[in-house]
């Protein structure tokens, strides 16, 4: 009889495992030792979604040809018209443009301005909408109903004309209990208009009373406490040493329907445009980071910088020490993608952006957006650049073109990022990093490349030599049965092979994307030692 071989049976040393994607945002708050699963110590251009990582949206010109920066974008409101207008610093002077309609030259609305720096608000009354704007060195801009403009200048109070003090010196603006309310440059003085009026006689109201630090009055801003509009609105005036007076009530001329409810320490405000609303509270960007106004009231010993926004406190305080000189520092809220956005200026003509998912309360960073500032239109985003309007958080590519329906596409958006540190259950146990597959989920165009870090070196290289591309066949171009053709989202997962040994791993990932993009997952393949 044939002789029977037996084998061996080969004892499996590698191990496989799988971790989700970064889905809790960046992290500059625990200590990179012991960060938790599913933070991220680089997270750019991904957006944190429940379900995974977005590779952030494009934007696309809107209006191009203004000459200078644009540092102010103002919505005016009016229901089934509403305008947009963008106000320019040139060489010589600051010019007011409407940039409503898209892909034509700006329509020049005021020139001879002193500076392009305006606040400004929607204000109802009997009349309609109106849009209000001041900046602390022009007669205050009144943009009507019917989209006529009007400036308002230092008067008796008659038509068109404010009397008490001159509206040149006012550089903020808002509404509180169908009051104008302004703020005096230099001061810690309020100013308030009769109920409804957008001239007239102004009254003072002066806050240096508790204002126990000095400084200077930066903003005023109603909090919405109820999350609605009524008797229950708060007052909030910041000044420049950080103080907060909270007041409630409905008029200021009486002890009885006006009152203080505290003065509370939130840090000093960084630019001209520190505070927002942002869902029934009031969100304050300081020198050392994101305050909310509800976290201050708690009274609960608790440091309010510990609250929604711990996660990049120090990244913002970092910020702040480089360039908080510069303009550009605005928190911006973008409701129908749940995004809380706070623009970060890093030079003269460049910036970033923090950018918070509002469900999953995790932070990302965004680059790519080079924005002065920031406005919500028909509820999208829009953001001045240099010499241009653009729209954000639409497309797949960046600088892209739409004009009669034809879109010619921009550049790929590059995204990275770097996960926490892993011990993989094995804690002090060498290991040996082999291969990892990240899993994508795209609609065609993308490329990737993944490399692993261990034991807290940062020294892999942050632009590999190749990608591994996928792209979308093209009509009359491609074969049938052989090009992947667009449609829904696609799952690609392809092993890549690594090299890495140490006790803690974490992905580096770097790539770009043309289209919709998502990153859930990545699988691991290591082969565990022992004790080193």
Sequence with gaps: R??????????????????????????????????????AIVLRNLYAQPYGCQVRRGFRRHVVGLNGPVET?????????????AFVQDDIEAVMFDVTTPNIAGVQKLAGLSNARWQHLNFSNPAGVNLVAVNGADPMIWVKPNSTIQQIASGDGSINTIAGVDPAALIHV?????????????????????????????????????????GDLVQIITWTVDGGDGSDDHLVAITSEGQALVYRGTDPDGA????????????????????????????????GGVVYLSDLLKNDGVNPLEGKAKY??????????????????????????????????ATETTSFQFALNDITKAWSEFIGYQANCWELHKQLPFYGGFGAVYRAWEGTTDDAILVDGVVTEG????????????????????KHYKMCRPTIMSRGKFALSVAVNVDFVFDTPLAPTSFTSNKPGKWDEDYWDQATWEGGLNTYKNWQSVVGIGTAGS?????????ETYWPSVDWLYEEGGVM
Aim: hydrophobic content about 40%; proline content about 6%; aromatic content about 12%.
């Design 312 to 345: 990049i406190q120090q990244l913002i305080s970092v910020a702040a020490s480089a360039a908080n000189d510069l303009f550009g520092w605005q928190p911006f809220i973008f409701p129908s993608a749940n995004m809380v956005m706070v623009n970060i200026p």
């Design 174 to 214: 808002e509404a509180h209990q169908k009051r104008l309310w302004f703020v005096e440059k230099g001061t810690l003085r309020g100013w308030y208009l009769p109920p409804e009026q957008l001239y007239g006689i102004a009254s003072p109201f002066d806050f240096s009373s508790y204002a126990s630090r000095g």
């Design 73 to 85: 974008v103002a919505s005016h409101n009016l229901g089934t018209d509403p305008k947009l207008y």
């Design 256 to 287: 009885d329907t006006w009152g203080l409810v505290g003065v509370y320490y939130c840090g000093a405000p960084i630019g001209q445009r520190p505070a927002c609303r942002s869902a029934g509270d009031v969100m304050i960007l300081t020198v």
């Design 507 to 515: 992905l580096r990932i770097l790539g770009r994307s043309g289209q």
């Design 2 to 39: 044939g002789l029977t071989m037996r084998h061996a049976a080969v004892r499996q040393v590698s191990k496989a495992t799988t971790t989700p994607a970064s889905v809790r945002g960046l992290n500059a708050y625990d200590s990179i030792v012991a960060m938790p699963p599913g933070f």
């Design 411 to 430: 550049e790929d958006i590059r995204f990275e990022a770097q996960t926490t540190f892993d011990y993989f259950q094995s804690l002090g146990r060498q």
